[in-house]
T-cell receptor
Framework: DAKTTQPTSMDCAEGRAANLPCNHS???????VYWYRQIHSQGPQYIIH???NNETNEMASLIITEDRKSSTLILPHATLRDTAVYYC?????????????FGTGTLLAVQP | DAGITQSPRHKVTETGTPVTLRCHQT?????MYWYRQDPGHGLRLIHYSYGVKDTDKGEVSDGYSVSRSKTEDFLLTLESATSSQTSVYFC??????????????FGQGTRLTVV
């Protein structure tokens, strides 16, 4: 599985957009990009995933560069409840290798 | 919320004793995973299963074994617990779709302390 690189921490003002970057320069053609977040000591929560097109759901948007070597998770209007560790994961889909390998993630602190 | 339950939620055990953690799901998902989480390390994959009796190692499998005799249960066993296995353990489930793995659902975690 390709490795990812994320900043250790970021701050964002409440109500503003939070843009969380992720580098995955060794991603292969059949690997997806996933984003999860973990609030305090709870189990991680799925946010969004994509292959090469930009994706949007009720929680966030995922922008993947054309060469697929990096991506950005966008929380359009961050709230205090969005303070969490955000994990960017690259994972191959297929057969028995369907696994999610987490890195250390980005701690997003939303400030009032 | 996805039907996934971990038991026990908290356990204190002595070094050298065997410990089994249970993950139970009611979603009939094919994939099940065990992770551990320690400060500064994020989540690390221990073992995972892609079907009944089909399991494979993750990143940190030494000292752990797993079994999956039926779809709904995935057991993690520490044959002889050590203090380095003190951690929070998370179970997760997922079901692949035509667009990659669908979202993985995580349990509430088991806090294990080995003294």
């Amino acid at each position: 599985d390709a490795k990812t690189t994320q900043p250790t921490s970021m701050d964002c003002a409440e109500g503003r957009a939070a843009n969380l970057p992720c580098n995955h320069s060794t991603i292969s053609g059949n690997e997806y990009v996933y984003w999860y977040r973990q609030i305090h000591s709870q189990g991680p929560q799925y946010i969004i995933h994509g292959l090469k097109n930009n994706e949007t759901n009720e929680m966030a948007s995922l922008i993947i560069t054309e060469d697929r070597k990096s991506s950005t998770l966008i929380l359009p209007h961050a709230t205090l409840r969005d303070t969490a560790v955000y994990y960017c994961i690259v994972s191959y889909y297929g057969g028995a290798t369907n696994k999610l390998i987490f890195g250390t993630g980005t701690l997003l602190a939303v400030q009032p | 919320d996805a039907g996934i339950t971990q038991s026990p939620r908290h356990k204190v055990t002595e070094t050298g004793t065997p410990v089994t953690l249970r993950c139970h799901q009611t979603e009939n998902h094919r994939y099940m995973y065990w992770y551990r989480q320690d400060p500064g390390h994020g989540l690390r994959l221990i073992h995972y299963s892609y079907g009944v009796k089909d399991t494979d190692k993750g990143e940190v499998s030494d000292g752990y074994s797993v079994s999956r005799s039926k779809t709904e249960d995935f057991l993690l066993t520490l044959e002889s617990a050590t203090s380095s296995q003190t951690s929070v353990y998370f179970c997760a489930i997922s079901e692949p779709s035509g667009r990659g793995i669908t979202e993985a659902f995580f349990g509430q975690g088991t806090r294990l302390t080995v003294v």
